[in-house]
């Protein structure tokens, strides 16, 4: 078994979500490529570099694959390509589509900059707390015992927008994402909860109508 961190499952957080609030702005570009496999390949690299989130709809002989449970994305930094790595080896001549989504996004973690095109929703980690498993931290997971703890994170979500109107609908579709996630059988995720949607109003230095969403989310995450 391979060891996983938190920063992988923060990575699955946030392509779930620019992989379901539209940007008004559409300023991210998107991308479809179709791969021919060789015979027990396992990495398919990307022809664009700054990728910023892979669809959650990759398919293997048109067969939708799950992302954690079939495949993982290993992402490039800055110009660096980013790859799909498949957890069982394709065959030869199997077909693997993939379609992702490079450039600007609506969504940056942690990130301030002031120059950048509105509207935004800024990804802020909170605090995060480790719950012991069970005896030995050994966790039934898909059938198998292996070690590992729960971690239990808080994240806040800033929506900023020049429209006061726009940046209340952005933030009800981010309370909205946060209430989905639940029921959306993502990898490693057992609990998530929209928590605490507050209206800041007009911020003058941000130049932006402030909207804040809290979300709290719980995570599987094994070690060796």
Not at 32 to 60: C, M, P, S, Y
Not at 171 to 191: D, E, G, P, T, Y
Request: proline content about 1%; hydrophobic content about 40%.
């Amino acid at each position: 078994m391979t060891e996983e961190f938190i920063f992988e499952r923060e990575r699955d957080m946030l392509d779930y979500f620019r992989n379901n609030l539209a940007d008004p702005e559409n300023r991210a570009i998107v991308a479809t490529e179709t791969f021919t496999a060789a015979a027990g390949q396992t990495e398919f690299w990307l022809g664009q570099t700054l990728v910023k989130n892979v669809r959650d709809t990759i398919t293997l002989n048109s067969n939708t694959l799950s992302k954690g449970y079939h495949y993982t994305v290993e992402y490039g930094e800055g110009k660096d390509r980013t790859k799909i790595i498949l957890k069982t080896p394709a065959l030869l001549n199997d077909i693997i589509v993939i379609i992702y989504s490079y450039g600007q996004s609506i969504i940056e973690r942690e990130f301030s900059r002031t120059d950048v095109l509105l509207p935004r929703v800024v990804c802020m980690f909170l605090s995060g707390t480790e719950n012991f498993a069970a005896l030995g931290d050994y966790m039934d997971v898909e059938g198998v015992g292996q070690q590992g703890s729960y971690y239990d994170a808080i994240y806040r979500f800033e929506i900023r927008d020049k429209y006061a109107t726009r940046a209340r609908k952005i933030a009800s579709q981010v309370f909205n994402i946060c209430r989905k996630m639940r029921h959306a059988n993502l990898f490693r995720v057992n609990i998530t909860r929209g928590t605490d949607m507050q209206n800041f109003d007009y911020d003058n230095e941000k130049a932006a109508y402030v909207w804040q969403v809290s979300l709290e989310i719980q995570w599987e995450v094994m070690f060796n």
